[in-house]
């Protein structure tokens, strides 16, 4: 078994995370933060904007399991590529679209994935592509969110139909 290591931003964290919890062969899923310029930023700071960190997953994978392709075909589709600094209702750019490539290897993918994802989507990509940076792991009470809230409003009106937009498209790819 081979592992590695995939990190996205594509708005909310809680988001991301509840769909790739969801996906054969990922190991684990955590929120947190990175390409920002201040040491060890707080939840606070980020919404804040000021600080340039974006929330992101880094997403650990079985690469026997689960290709970092299909993860990135994944991402391009349960977030909008195409709005800068937003997604929905979540404005900033703490809420970009961002991929932190891990390896040359990965850039390369992610660079041959956005091209094909012109030709579907009917605007622009802005997807950052960017060489990883520090990362911080978000407060504890950001981890598994929408498991243990799942009813509260952003989760139920926001998070779920990403999952049961995943849950219908990659339905091969799916746990359950």
Known sequence: MTKDVAV?????????????????????????????????PSYEQV??????????????????????????????????PTTLNRQGNDVGTQYRSVIYYQSSQQKKVAEQVIAEMANVWDAPIVTELSPAETYYKAEEYHQNYFRQHPLQGYCAFVVAPKVAKLRKIFVDKVIR
């Open 47 to 80: 919404c804040e904007g000021t600080t340039g960190h974006a929330e992101v997953v880094a997403v650990t994978f079985d690469t026997g399991q689960i290709s970092y392709r299909e993860l990135l075909e994944i991402f391009f589709t349960i977030h909008d």
């Open 8 to 40: 996205f931003g594509g708005g909310c964290f809680w988001c991301l995370e509840a769909v790739y919890q969801e996906i054969k062969g990922v190991e684990r899923v955590e929120s947190g933060y990175t390409g920002g310029r201040v040491a060890n």
